[in-house]
């Protein structure tokens, strides 16, 4: 194309046109030259992008970590390890190809806890009051919420960020005493452009007797969803009453490995089923929540050679899952291996291997890859809030 037809371009057509590449492309584009590079970092262009440019349905992921030098020697160093700046890896099912971020600002002494709307949610793993810092890896600004109160070991975090609001949720593993952690309260955060600010504030207590494991909490429609172990239930937190309730899970006394996604604005339960004492296959299965928000419904079921495959893979060690859009991906612990649904098309396929895994030697360290859901923008008008 010549050179003089973008030249001549007017500047809002120009910034119109750029804000529809996706990512990757504009990276390159702030090196073509240095109307390019100020163009792509002006109010303008980034507002426009924000009202155009597609949502990307994508995954990032992060090489688990060993937290118990954390929680349980604060005071020492001995078992902590220099490490070199924290990486994520950014999954793009659709063409199958992966990006590397850094995320140099994030102190080492943080994990990856939650994600929305572009934003990385880190918590700090030291036990007690907890600290959270929002991220964006595409503009590489970091903003920090105040710190919670209320002293937790490894609590559940939810996240819901808007175009001018954040909230935030810590829910359960509340330290009682030095060596007693039971799971109690539920505190929020909130701000907004209105000018409304709330500092972590204490909930409605969490159910009688619950057991939130994995640290993870899904938001659909204005809910925040976690599993419960011993047996298997689902908590369900619904932020305008603020109330918690139990959902009973599909066949809980056979689950292995449950997790919770969000895809297509569903709720959907992934887990392997194991009823060996029955005439009933194993397999890999997946059930959605009916709009009355009690019953599961089945929604697929993996394919017996690709399970056996999948089980050979995964030999017992466990595997979880995270949703984004029409896609599902499932990471066996201990490994970098990442098996992708596709609901659209109602397929199954691996991943080819991340290269940028293999400076690490091939094997994640601490045990495997633990991925969120990501949509990639270049503007977070809401991390603001806290800058304010």
């Given amino acids: 194309m010549d050179p003089q037809i973008w030249s001549n371009l007017p500047h809002r057509l120009l910034i119109r046109i750029l804000a529809f590449l996706p990512p990757p492309a504009f990276f390159r584009s702030r090196c073509v030259c ?39 020697n604060k005071n020492t160093h001995q078992n902590q390890v220099l490490e070199a700046p924290i990486e994520g890896f950014i999954l793009d099912p659709d063409e199958n190809t992966w990006y590397c971020v850094s995320f140099s600002l994030i102190p080492p002494s943080f994990s990856p806890s939650s994600s929305s709307e572009g934003l990385v949610c880190w918590m700090s793993d030291e036990a007690g009051p907890k600290t959270l810092i929002l991220y964006n890896p595409m503009s590489r600004t970091a903003a920090q919420l105040p710190p919670a109160p209320r002293p937790r070991l490894y609590p559940s975090v939810g996240l819901r960020v808007g175009p001018s609001s954040i909230d935030a949720f810590l829910a359960g593993d509340d330290l009682i005493s030095p060596f007693a952690v039971k799971n109690l309260t ?20 969490l159910p009688r007797l619950c057991s939130l494991e994995s640290g993870r909490m899904v938001l659909v429609n204005g809910c925040f969803y976690c599993m419960n172990y011993s047996p298997f239930s689902v908590l369900a937190y619904e932020i305008a009453s603020n109330t918690w309730c139990k959902i009973q899970a599909p066949m809980r006394r056979f689950l292995r490995s449950p997790s919770l ?14 009823k060996s004492k029955l005439n009933v296959p194993r397999s890999v299965r997946m059930w959605g929540l009916q709009g009355c928000g009690r019953t599961w419904v089945e929604l697929e079921r993996m394919p017996h050679q690709l399970y056996l495959q999948f089980a050979d893979a995964e030999a017992g060690r466990g595997f979880d899952c995270v949703g ?3 896609f599902i991906a499932a990471t066996i612990r201990g490994s970098e291996q990442v098996l992708l649904f596709n609901f659209h098309r109602k397929g199954w396929s691996w991943v080819s291997q991340c290269p940028f895994l293999r400076h690490s030697g091939g094997v994640a360290s601490g045990g495997g890859l633990h991925g969120f859901a990501y949509m990639p923008r270049l503007a977070t008008p809401a991390i603001a809030l806290l800058e304010s």
Wanted: aromatic share 18%; glycine share 8%.
């Fill in 34 to 72: 240095k109307r390019f590079y100020s163009l792509l970092f002006s109010d303008s262009f980034l507002e426009m992008h924000l009202h155009l440019s597609p949502h990307l349905h994508w995954f990032i992921f992060f090489k688990n970590k060993d937290l118990i030098s954390f929680n349980h």
């Fill in 186 to 205: 539920t505190e929020s955060f909130h701000a907004d452009g209105g000018g409304f600010f709330s500092v972590w504030g204490t909930n409605s207590p």
């Fill in 261 to 274: 996604v969000e895809c297509r604005g569903r709720l959907v339960l992934v887990a392997a089923v194991e």
């Fill in 324 to 326: 984004n859009g029409d």
